[in-house]
């Protein structure tokens, strides 16, 4: 089976085009996986970039595209509201399909010692591909940011896990790591009530006692006319989208108030739909083939989950076999 | 309104009935609460003290009580399966009605603080009414036990918060507290299956991702011959028995499984009960009088929560009214 990973390189730079033409150039027309789009952000002068496809093939363009970081930005002279402590400030691994998570884990570390060896930029590994205690969480390892890093790199608890424990001097310091994709899910309510978005967000997230890896609020959609639930899935296997759609229905209920339809922002992998499709199919006492096209797929989620606006052009998979 | 707290102490002897007796005598027969239990248990060595009413009319009861375990009790001679810290090892102060959680905060302060001052005996304060960090959890203070707390309160970061930062020679140190009331409960599944049981389980408890205060588990009911998840709930504001029971349905529902019947184990308060038949009459549109006696609460609990083997007197405050 054809391994497909999804790599998101975010740098600092999101505002001279000329520039973030030049630093994602390596990773342009390559073999074996697609530059699916790169967006940059003036406010945040950073560009998002995001890559489908073999993990191997990326390798030495990821190496590339680093190495044209550090020659083209200067992060003394950098500003911008997002946070952020290198010139690539982070880069994670995503399992999408025919490969686990903890092979993401052993590219993300092939990957970060790469980084520190070849382009001598200290590394810390986050997320799954995490090591050490309290480096799980990147706002935590990016905390003082650039121009604090160059002090807190120093001391023990923050040397790097791959590199020298000093800062590059122009290119900062940088997150390698592996995670799950996140899921942007909003769920529509038929009432123009936030109240009761309110409660049902606080019924359903992590924070407030409900699924774990769930971050959910109310938002009021003017031109709609009515109240969505909005949240960011951070772990899809253990809080299928299924269960949370099923939950704010039955919260619902209490209010009176129907859920005729929900969305998905952005992609989803293939897997998070037939994990959930699955669900509907052995309740009716069916079996799901899971081979179906992409279209079938899509047309299954809009009747099942209700997704709305939503066709195959949103799966990830189906994105690579177009662009790959 | 009345107030009405419920206290559990337990303390550090199992075996002697005649030690057992005198060390409850202070709490028999008092004026505005009632001694509803007190269970010895052999192997841990260990006594459940259950208290139910008026919080100020159990102070000086309570201090006494203390006062006998510190006479009759030598930790140095102690022994049995249950982790322990003190001759009383722990007091927790839980809101039943009338009062809030803030309350039995300051009621369980001024405890800890008088039981300190009078008796000289070091108070870790726990759970809700901790005040420093990494003593919210009980096993935390209490890791060492008895016999490495002479020199674990010595370390500046396990002062204790009430007293001298060495152990009481015979008595040790005890933890006084605040919680929310644990609420012991089994759902009923259909069929032999333990892997379905397994599988639900996993889906609805905090550790794999589910409810957050929810901890549960598969168990076989050999005698009726069934599977259940069995669980404890740690807190039933942020997560409701319906919500938890209609997860359950919504999960079974795909392996074909029905959901006859729950179980509460021990003792519920009224009001963990009412705010899970609101849910249900919300549903239905009607209104749930909240001043309905303790038995057509028990009845409705049958109906719409399945509650089997169920009746008034398992609602705790038909308890109190009974015996205080």
């Known amino acids: 089976m054809e391994r497909v990973v999804q790599c998101?390189?975010?740098?600092?730079?999101?505002?001279?085009?000329?520039?973030?033409?030049?630093?994602?150039?390596?990773?342009?027309?390559?073999?074996?996986?697609?530059?699916?789009?790169?967006?940059?952000?003036?406010?945040?002068?950073?560009?998002?970039?995001?890559?489908?496809?073999?993990?191997?093939?990326?390798?030495?363009?990821?190496?590339?595209?680093?190495?044209?970081?550090?020659?083209?930005?200067?992060?003394?002279?950098?500003?911008?509201?997002h946070p952020r402590m290198g010139a690539v400030d982070v880069l994670p691994f995503i399992p999408i399909s025919g490969i686990d998570m903890d092979t993401c884990v052993d590219i993300a570390h092939a990957m970060g010692k790469n980084i520190a060896e070849t382009l001598k930029i200290p590394v810390f590994m986050y997320a799954e591909a995490s090591v050490q205690k309290g480096r799980k969480r990147l706002p935590s390892i990016r905390k003082g940011e650039f121009e604090g890093m160059k002090d807190k790199i120093k001391k023990n608890k923050w040397?790097?896990?791959?590199?020298?424990?000093?800062?590059?001097?122009?290119?900062?310091?940088?997150?390698?790591?592996?995670?799950?994709?996140?899921?942007?899910?909003?769920?529509?309510?038929?009432?123009?009530?936030?109240?009761?978005?309110?409660?049902?967000?606080?019924?359903?997230?992590?924070?407030?006692?409900?699924?774990?890896?769930?971050?959910?609020?109310?938002?009021?959609?003017e031109e709609r006319g009515h109240v969505q639930v909005t949240m960011n899935i951070l772990n899809y296997k253990q809080n299928p989208i299924y269960r949370i759609l099923e939950t704010v229905k039955m919260e619902a209920a209490r209010y009176g108030v129907a859920v005729p339809s929900s969305e998905i922002v952005g992609l989803?992998?293939?897997?998070?739909?037939?994990?959930?499709?699955?669900?509907?199919?052995?309740?009716?006492?069916?079996?799901?083939?899971?081979?179906?096209?992409?279209?079938?797929?899509?047309?299954l989620a809009a009747k099942h989950l209700g997704f709305r606006d939503f066709d195959e052009k949103k799966i990830i998979e189906a994105n690579i076999r177009r662009k790959a």
Do not use: C, W
Not at 268 to 297: C, F, H, N, W
């Open 8 to 81: 998101v390189p975010n740098f600092s730079e999101g505002k001279d085009q000329a520039l973030i033409e030049k630093i994602v150039e390596p990773l342009k027309n390559q073999e074996g996986f697609a530059l699916v789009s790169y967006e940059p952000d003036k406010d945040y002068n950073r560009t998002v970039v995001t890559l489908l496809g073999d993990p191997d093939a990326m390798k030495e363009p990821l190496i590339r595209f680093v190495q044209k970081a550090e020659e083209l930005i200067d992060m003394n002279e950098h500003s911008g509201e």
């Open 159 to 221: 040397h790097p896990d791959y590199g020298s424990p000093e800062i590059h001097p122009t290119f900062g310091a940088m997150a390698v790591g592996a995670r799950l994709p996140l899921i942007a899910y909003n769920i529509d309510l038929n009432t123009e009530n936030m109240d009761i978005a309110k409660k049902i967000a606080r019924a359903i997230r992590g924070s407030s006692g409900g699924f774990k890896h769930v971050q959910a609020g109310p938002v009021f959609l």
């Open 268 to 299: 989803i992998p293939k897997d998070t739909i037939l994990r959930s499709l699955k669900y509907y199919s052995d309740r009716a006492g069916q079996t799901l083939d899971e081979d179906v096209d992409m279209q079938t797929i899509a047309k």
